[in-house]
């Protein structure tokens, strides 16, 4: 009986499959430990769960941005999405007034507006 070796391809033409290596200035190759009292760690752990982001990440682009960009809360995404819908609201109610008259639409119109203030004033509680 005699033993199977498979030979190698040699193909030239054959992808390699995976992700592409990085370049060699993309490639982070320093690293640096940095140390936290107690109440900072809690502050940073707290921000990396809220942002379901790592440590690691955090305190790099702290360090090399000056900042963190927090992703949107779910009230404040709500609060966008009414405002875009009640915008398009406004919109028909300016193209209603054009046709129509400005005092066949005036009580919608303040209804609205109310309505736009009050978004309005939640967002800026939310901030």
Do not use: W
Request: net charge positive; charged share 35%; with cysteine.
């Amino acid at each position: 009986m005699t033993e199977f070796v498979p030979t190698p391809r040699k193909d030239p033409e054959r992808r390699k499959g995976g992700r592409p290596r990085k370049d060699s200035t993309e490639k982070k190759c320093h690293f640096i430990k940095v140390g936290f009292d107690e109440l900072n760690f809690k502050k940073l752990k707290k921000r990396s769960r809220r942002m379901k982001a790592s440590l690691s990440s955090i305190v790099y682009d702290l360090a090399i941005n000056g900042k963190i960009n927090e992703p949107l809360s779910q009230e404040m995404m709500d609060c966008f999405r009414k405002l875009a819908g009640m915008a398009n609201n406004l919109n028909q109610l300016a193209h209603e007034a054009h046709i129509a008259g400005y005092e066949d639409v005036a009580a919608a119109d303040r209804l609205l507006s109310e309505k736009i203030d009050e978004v309005l004033n939640k967002l800026s509680e939310l901030r």
